[in-house]
């Protein structure tokens, strides 16, 4: 039985590294950075806003296409924007294929950039119909998901630590509740009961801090999402191996394993659809 239980382990740990090594590569999935901008004394007429930064390749066809569809005044506007660049070499980001490469102003002065090539350090760059440009001090987010004010009149932007707690909290309430409940299944399908020793402690508790680890690595380092999983993967199985009744460290590890995988594959689409929905 040990035997069966080390070729099951062995190969689901290389499932799951596999799996989280191929997760930047294909379907570009896991969850994303963004910045969600107010747009505070905004002109009074129509315009177009993007963020600077640092240049990075801009999708010229994308570009292009949407000049071409727009009307004068607005590809006007476009092309004020694609032609900036500040003497810190500062240009426009542009976002990337999926996503529009420019943002006209709205009734509520509201924006979010998103997806990819979301940048840290920015500046936020307005040009009106009338021809007026506006760009901001160069500024820099914490969070991951960032919500941020731009003030036209004095030219910064600031970061609202309030704005955004609530919707991260209500995130992780969502997807660790989802969490749980796919990892109290693939429990009980490994034949562990609660009422053994310290079990149901154990769960709730390991699950508790590895999810607070997992948004902590989230919020505050970008990219950290692969590695972060990697390492509550195996701090998980140290746990249960430890900890878990009855005692046996291959079938413990695999649990984690297992569960791990499991939950990562399941709880994409529920992170996107949560963000979503908090978003909206």
């Not at 596999?18 to 999935?29: G, I, K, N, R």
């Not at 509201?110 to 119909?129: A, S």
């Not at 399908?189 to 680890?213: D, I, M």
């Not at 594959?265 to 909206?280: A, D, H, K």
Request: glycine share 4%; charged share 20%; proline share 4%.
């Amino acid at each position: 039985m040990k035997n069966t239980y080390q070729r099951i382990f062995m190969l689901m740990t290389a499932v799951v590294i596999a799996v989280l090594a191929a997760l930047p590569v294909s379907a570009d999935m896991g969850p994303k950075e963004s910045i969600f901008l107010t747009v505070k004394n905004a002109p009074d007429e129509n315009y177009y806003i993007d963020l600077l930064c640092y240049h990075t390749e801009n999708n010229s066809k994308e570009q292009q296409y949407y000049r071409d569809q727009a009307s004068a005044a607005d590809r006007k506007m476009m092309e004020t924007i694609d032609a900036y660049v500040s003497e810190e070499s500062y240009g426009a980001r542009h976002g990337c294929p999926i996503e529009p490469p420019y943002r006209h102003s709205n009734d509520k002065n509201r924006y979010e950039f998103c997806y990819m090539n979301v940048p840290e350090q920015f500046r936020v760059i307005i040009v009106t119909e009338s021809g007026q440009v506006y760009v901001s001090e160069p500024c820099k987010r914490r969070a991951f998901n960032a919500y941020m004010t731009y003030d036209v009149q004095s030219g910064r932007v600031s970061e609202k630590a309030v704005g955004y707690l609530g919707p991260l909290a209500l995130k992780f309430a969502l997807t660790c509740g989802f969490t749980l409940a796919v990892e109290k299944a693939v429990f009980l399908l490994f034949k562990y009961s609660f009422g053994e020793g310290h079990n149901k402690r154990v769960f709730y508790l390991t699950n508790l801090a590895t999810q607070l680890l997992l948004y902590a690595a989230i919020e505050t380092i970008s990219g950290a999402f692969i590695y972060a999983e990697l390492v509550i993967t195996g701090l998980e199985g140290v746990i249960y191996a430890k900890l878990l009744t009855p005692k046996d460290k291959l079938k413990a590890s695999l649990y984690a394993a297992t569960a791990n995988l499991v939950s990562l594959l399941l709880g994409i689409p529920v992170w996107f659809i949560v963000s979503y929905i908090i978003r909206t």
